[in-house]
């Protein structure tokens, strides 16, 4: 598995959760951090996690060449990186969604709480994905469900760490 950087991370989470799959802009709490995050980006492309593609849209250009203008988008190769398909994976043709995927209108401890119950647990690419925090944060909030009585266990023997609710047989 490829190692990334928070801040890496936090880019591509942010490209995956975005119709248009685009890296830029950056999220808000991220935008005074522009030569970090130009720092950041060459390795994504190297490694083809990201790619350029055309765009006329000046918040998402990442560089210009004459009046080309290009931005970047995340590759099937990023979302696979950070535990996250495309929305034509999520999706079986004759069973439908293969995924549950929590309500938007959730708050983000209880998008976290749906993850953590599915049989396939959740990465923690997934839960970043899916509550907009940092890795970091993302623990400590596992560690504060904890403290609140949820038993989460960390299954690292398969092919990717994951987190899982453990449902107590009293509950």
Known sequence: MTKLSDLQ???LSAAA???DGS???????LADQAARIRKTIP???KRALVEEAATNDSAKVWREDGDDRFALVITEA????????SEQDTHNASTGPVTTVPSPAASKSERVLALLRREEGASLYELVSATGWLPHSTRAALTGLRKKGHAIALDKSGERACYR???SAAA
């Open 9 to 11: 991370l936090v880019l």
């Open 17 to 19: 959760q975005r119709d």
């Open 23 to 29: 890296l830029l802009p950056p999220p808000d709490h």
């Open 43 to 45: 390795p994504l492309i």
């Open 78 to 85: 990023g979302r696979a990186c950070i535990g996250v398909g």
């Open 165 to 167: 609710l453990i449902e």
